[in-house]
RNA sequence: CGGGGCGUGGCGCAGCCUGGUAGCGCGCGGCAUUUGGGGUGCCGAGGACGCCGGUUCAAAUCCGGCCGCCCCGACCA
């Protein structure tokens, strides 16, 4: 029974005053979202319905790759967190109960997963399993946004693998690429598996399911044939006009000129002719200075990766203590390692470099004879780069799922270990895998509004056709409309009935703001002329059905909808 | 954590500078009218202005503290 008259559907004319993104803004307005304090959102009735609908694709996949579904709690005991050096976590919620013990709050459940899978599973016999749930995620977050978009508390499907080698980790993680795959496409959302970063916990191997929208908070690298998130994108860069090396390098006066606008504007040279000296510390190498293209990024994910360790910037004293007055470093004649970007090491010519004494620098440097230089790919790609001979692009993208291969990282911690053939004790080998469906449900709004609201993918609709009445109770409109209500609902379409007492342009507007891919109206007109009027949401093309069996056409419509 | 902004009926806002007891639009309730793009008229309900403290005869307005929310950046297993 889903009449509007009694349907919790608080739509609004105006979006909330603080919104920026396009999905913060109309699930709001559409009446799919509220909001309960930051990072914290209540699905209303309509909203709910959108999730539930991306949970039920998403099982479906997840079951058809031999997933199987359970439920793990949210509060737990701290002390797994703690075996896997996970419990100072900054995001982690943690509590204490009224015993004084321990909690937290989960933010992913492969502590609990792992030991319960330690328990159980004593034989290679016992694996493979791919165990997974639909569950709550807390995460403390320094900055929720955009509603939906970034949330305190959120549901994640995550699932995770357990085999007994690499191997059988890479065909669960194909298989969960299969899945993955399928849950997105069906999903019809624009999308892109990209290369990701394996972060400090030394996975092997990750991909992010990116979904480009203005809104999205991560930026990926496209080119034909190739996408990556540009934390770990490589691309060949654009190549600069090359300068001439010269021996001696040429000392030139820059007083006070730091920058490489400055420099490179005083010099009359292109940024792109500069080298940037970025020093760095860190724990197993003390100082290191980075040098990447005038005109190039450091890319503080690449680095850290390249370094096998975390590093920090290092402070002005420190590098005018070692190197020289901070504006001016250089690398020739620097008491330190130099990480020079690949960008630079492959060129020929000469680079205006920081001379490492005040106001000057040095002209005509020439990597390799003029300093040594360990070659390293560290700079953020920009767009313009090739890959493969391609031209880069950027774009912003929401990451609606994560795929990880996390190796024995938990199994070992967690002592969850199996008996091979020869009954010798071998580590689990475990993969885990997130989608977050609010996340689909909001990258779908960002992909498919319009100026009139939102335009559903029809697997994500809500309902799949919005059946509006303009006709007052008791009329003879009115009583077709309730009649085509109820053939409607046989048809096994899940049809929202607009019975309310309002005048048509309400009933318009917010059918679609709401966005179900089929809007019926039936009114005067409708009996006069013996035809059903229907609107396709996207595009608002209109349609029109014989009024004789018009049920069994709005389905086949639907049905036929791209 | 750094920077910026905001907090006044359900929503969007004005009032604050220059203190004098709160207003507008939408929405909401009733009646009437209207029914193919947020129509019209009349009547009505609803807020002691985020919280605490201070100044003052008098505070939404001035001062201090706190809380909450948003945006940018940092951060983001």
Known sequence: MTRLSEYLLPTEREPPADAEAVSHKLMVRAGLIRQVGAGLWSFLPAGWRVHQRAVQIIREEIDAIGGQEMLMPVLQPAEPWRRTGRLDIEELFRLHDRRGAEMVLAMTH???????????????????????????????????????????????????????DPEGLAAAYEKHITAYDRVFDRCELEWYRVESDVGMMGGLGAHEYMAPCPAGENEIALASGYAANVEVASALAAPVEPQPALDPPEAVETPGLTTVDQVSHALGVPAGALLKAYPVITAGRGMVMVLVRGDHRVNDVKLRNTLGESFRPAHQEEVTQRIGPAGFIGPVDADVPILLDQACADSEGGYVAGASRPDFHLRGVRPGRHFAFEAVDVRRVEAGDTVGGQPLRIE???????????????????????????????????????????????????????????????????????????????SREREAADRLYAELRETGLEVLYDDRDAGPGEKFADAELLGCPLRATVGRRTLESGRLEVQVRRGLAARDLPLQNAAAGVAELWRSLP
Not at 133 to 150: C, I, M, S, W
Request: charged share 25%.
């Open 110 to 164: 492969e502590e609990v997963v792992t030991l319960h899978v330690a328990q159980v599973v004593r034989s290679y016999r016992d694996l493979p399993l791919i165990l997974y749930h639909f569950q709550v995620k807390e995460r403390d977050e320094p900055r929720p946004r955009a509603g939906v978009l970034r949330t305190r508390e959120f549901i994640m499907k995550d699932s995770y693998s357990f085999d007994r």
């Open 396 to 474: 912003p993208a929401i990451e609606v799922g994560n795929i990880f291969k996390l190796g024995t990282r938990y199994s070992q911690a967690l002592d969850a270990t199996y008996l091979d053939e020869a009954g010798t004790e071998q580590l689990i080998w475990m993969g885990s895998y997130g989608i977050g469906p609010a996340r689909i449900a909001a990258a779908a709004v960002e992909q498919c509004a319009d100026e009139h609201g939102i335009a559903w993918p029809r697997p994500l609709a809500p309902f799949d056709v919005q059946l509006v009445a303009i006709a007052r109770p008791g």
